[in-house]
């Protein structure tokens, strides 16, 4: 079993930054991948962002692209996702993700084997 605790969502305002950290316990592997997805009200759970833990491969939806960096920490056992730039548009809750094999590539939802509970992002414009 794998728990994935988030923090560091809340307000920011547009041109911000925000930093979210996802930090994972549980079962040891090592094929699998970390990520970031978001839902705004009213709209589907959308790809933000994905990190391969072996390969260190990335991969960010466009409108993130330039804005967004996602990191881990191997001590720590710990995913950032940096954001900076914040558009109104960014808002919506951030959920952590891990798949058991999984490279870095973009994946949909549906694919996810664990998520967080999800971290509030509000941009203020």
């Known amino acids: 079993q794998v728990q994935l605790v988030e923090s560091g969502g809340g307000l920011v305002q547009a041109g911000g930054s925000l930093r979210l950290s996802c930090a994972a316990s549980g079962r040891a592997f090592t094929s699998h991948g970390v990520g970031w997805f978001r839902q705004a009200p009213g709209k589907e759970r959308e790809f933000v962002a994905a990190l391969g833990w072996s390969s260190g491969q990335t991969s960010y939806e466009d409108s993130v692209k330039g804005r967004f960096i996602i990191s881990r920490d191997n001590a720590k056992n710990t995913v950032y996702l940096q954001m900076k730039s914040l558009k109104s548009e960014d808002t919506g809750v951030y959920y952590c993700?891990?798949?058991?094999?999984?490279?870095?590539?973009?994946?949909?939802?549906?694919?996810?084997?664990?998520w967080g509970q999800g971290t509030q992002v509000t941009v203020s414009s």
């Open positions: 993700a891990l798949k058991w094999i999984w490279a870095g590539t973009p994946a949909p939802p549906r694919d996810i084997d664990y």
